[in-house]
C-alpha cells in the first residue's frame, strides 16, 4: 500500500512548484529532486518548498545543510518530517 | 579559462570604514583581540523570529526608523574623507550598496508611511546622499550583490586610468534590515549558529553585519595603491558555484599572477557556509599555496556588497600596524592548511589579495601592495 506521506509530499511539490507538466505520481521516491536534469528544479525552487514544508508540517528546518539533506528523494523528505515528530 | 587581470595602478590616498565595533583602528584592534560584534538578534527585529547572528551599529536594532538608521552613522563616517568637489566632473563620486535602503520599502508595506519610499529605491537613495553630503551630479552608482564594491573600485581605477578624474571617492554602505535578514533566513544559510569561516564542520551559517567605507582613489603617487583587480562571474546559478571550483579559481588564478611571484596573504570572502568556503579556500590554497588566508566575517558578520572596501579598510589598518587579525570565530580544523586562526605580522609580506564573492557567481579579488 502507498505511503499516504509520500503521496501528500508528490501533490505538494507539484503545487507549490507549479510543475504543470510532471503528475505527482510521476515523481520516484528515491531519485533526487534538485540539481537532476530531470525535473530542473534548482535551489530558489528549494527555497519555496521549505517555505511551504514549514508551514504545512510545522516543521523546522535549521539550515542550508539540513534542508539539502532532507529534500534529498521524497522518500528522505517523508522520512525527516517523521523524524521532527510530525504524526503524518 | 584564465583571465588578466585589470592592470590599472591606483593610489589610495584615504581609506576608513565603519563598523560595529567603530572605525578602521577601533575595529582591527578589537579583531586583533578576537572580540565578535555579531550578536543573536530576532531575525525580524521588533517582529520577532528566530535569533539569529547579527552585527548592527550605535542602538543593536534594526528597525526601519525615519529617517532612515545608517543615516548618522555616514555622517560620521564620511566625515572623515578629505575635502573636495565631490560630484564634480574631475573628482566622480562612485556609490555600491547591495541593499540601499530597500529595508525601508518593507516597512512602507507596513506602515504605508510614504515617507519610507523616498530613500528605499537605489536611485532615491542616491539622490537622497547627494543632497545630505553636497555632492555634484556626476555620481555613479553600481550593484551587484556582494561584490558591488569591487565593481565600483575598478570602475573608479578606470575612470583615473583614462584620465577622465583625478580623484575619485568611492563610498559604499549596506545595513541589516528585517528584509534582508529575513531572505538569508529563508535561504537556511543565516541560521542560528555564530559563523566559523573555513572551518569544516556539520552545518555552515553566516552572519550578517552593518557596514560602511570609502576610498579616494587617486592617480598621484600614494604609499599604497591598488596594483591589480579582477572580477569573474561564473553565469552558472543564482545561489550556487561550479561545484569544481572553477568559478573561484579564475579570479584567485589571475590576481595570483598579477602578484608575479611576490609574497602575499589574503584577506578572503569566508562567510562561514561550507560549500563555498570550501571551494574558496581550496582555489587560493592552489593558486597562492604559501598566502595565509583569514576571515574577518565570523567577527563582523558579511557586510554584503560592502564587505570588499569594508575589509580594504581593515587591511590597511593591519598592514600600518604590521599585524593582521586571524579567522575570528573559527577554531579548526580547517578545509585547507593555509587558514590562518591566529593574528600574524604583516611585515613578511608584499601585499594583501583582497577577495569577496557573490551570488550569481560573481567573484572578485584586488591586489594592494606599497608603492
Redesign the interface.
Same mark, same amino acid.
Given at each position: 500500500m502507498p505511503d499516504p506521506l509520500i503521496a501528500r509530499l508528490k501533490n505538494l511539490i507539484v503545487e507549490t512548484l507549479r510543475l504543470d507538466d510532471i503528475r505527482p505520481e510521476d515523481i520516484p521516491d528515491d531519485e533526487p529532486l534538485f540539481g537532476s536534469t530531470r525535473f530542473g528544479l534548482?535551489?530558489?525552487d528549494a527555497?519555496e518548498l521549505?517555505?511551504r514544508l514549514e508551514k504545512e508540517f510545522g516543521i523546522r528546518?535549521?539550515? =542550508?545543510?539540513? =534542508?539539502r539533506e532532507a529534500l534529498s528523494s521524497v522518500a528522505r523528505l517523508a522520512a525527516f518530517i517523521r523524524e521532527s515528530g510530525h504524526p503524518a | 579559462m584564465s583571465p588578466i587581470a585589470d592592470l590599472r595602478p591606483a593610489g589610495i590616498q584615504a581609506c576608513g570604514c565603519l563598523t560595529p565595533l567603530g572605525d578602521a583602528v577601533s575595529t582591527l584592534s578589537a579583531l586583533l583581540d578576537g572580540a565578535r560584534a555579531l550578536r543573536p538578534v530576532p531575525v525580524l527585529g521588533s517582529g520577532g523570529g528566530d535569533a539569529v547572528p547579527l552585527a548592527l551599529m550605535d542602538s543593536q536594532e534594526m528597525g526601519e526608523s525615519l529617517p532612515p538608521r545608517w543615516l548618522p552613522a555616514l555622517r560620521r563616517l564620511l566625515a572623515g574623507v578629505p575635502g573636495e568637489r565631490w560630484g564634480s566632473p574631475r573628482f566622480p563620486v562612485v556609490v555600491t550598496s547591495s541593499n540601499f535602503g530597500v529595508g525601508s520599502l518593507y516597512a512602507y508595506l507596513g506602515s504605508r508611511d510614504p515617507a519610507h519610499l523616498r530613500h528605499g529605491a537605489p536611485f532615491a537613495c542616491v539622490e537622497m546622499l547627494q543632497r545630505e553630503f553636497g555632492w555634484g551630479e556626476h555620481v555613479h552608482t553600481f550593484s551587484h550583490a556582494c561584490v558591488s564594491a569591487h565593481v565600483g573600485l575598478l570602475h573608479a581605477s578606470r575612470l583615473l586610468q583614462s584620465g577622465l578624474a583625478e580623484r575619485v571617492l568611492v563610498f559604499t554602505f549596506d545595513f541589516v534590515s528585517p528584509f534582508v535578514a529575513g531572505g538569508f533566513h529563508s535561504l537556511k544559510i543565516l541560521n542560528s549558529g555564530m559563523p566559523a569561516p573555513y572551518e569544516a564542520r556539520a552545518e555552515g551559517s553566516i552572519g550578517l553585519g552593518d557596514g560602511a567605507a570609502f576610498a579616494v582613489l587617486t592617480r598621484d603617487p600614494a604609499p599604497l595603491r591598488i596594483e591589480a583587480q579582477a572580477l569573474h562571474n561564473e553565469m552558472r546559478h543564482f545561489t550556487g558555484n561550479q561545484p569544481d571550483g572553477s568559478g573561484f579559481s579564475v579570479c584567485a588564478e589571475a590576481i595570483a599572477a598579477a602578484g608575479g611571484g611576490r609574497r602575499l596573504w589574503v584577506k578572503g570572502h569566508g562567510t562561514g557556509t561550507l560549500e563555498a568556503g570550501r571551494l574558496e579556500a581550496e582555489a587560493f590554497a592552489r593558486a597562492l599555496p604559501d598566502a595565509p588566508l583569514v576571515s574577518w566575517k565570523g567577527s563582523l558578520g558579511h557586510t554584503l556588497g560592502s564587505c570588499g572596501l569594508v575589509e580594504l579598510a581593515l587591511a590597511i589598518e593591519a598592514l600600518g600596524a604590521d599585524r593582521s587579525p586571524g579567522t575570528v570565530g573559527s577554531r579548526g580544523p580547517c578545509f585547507t592548511g593555509t587558514v590562518a586562526l591566529a593574528p600574524f605580522p604583516t611585515r613578511a609580506y608584499e601585499g594583501v589579495v583582497i577577495a569577496s564573492n557573490a551570488f550569481g557567481g560573481a567573484h572578485a579579488a584586488l591586489l594592494l601592495c606599497h608603492a
Open positions: 534548482d535551489s530558489v527555497l521549505v517555505v528546518i535549521s539550515s =542550508s545543510e539540513t =534542508s | -
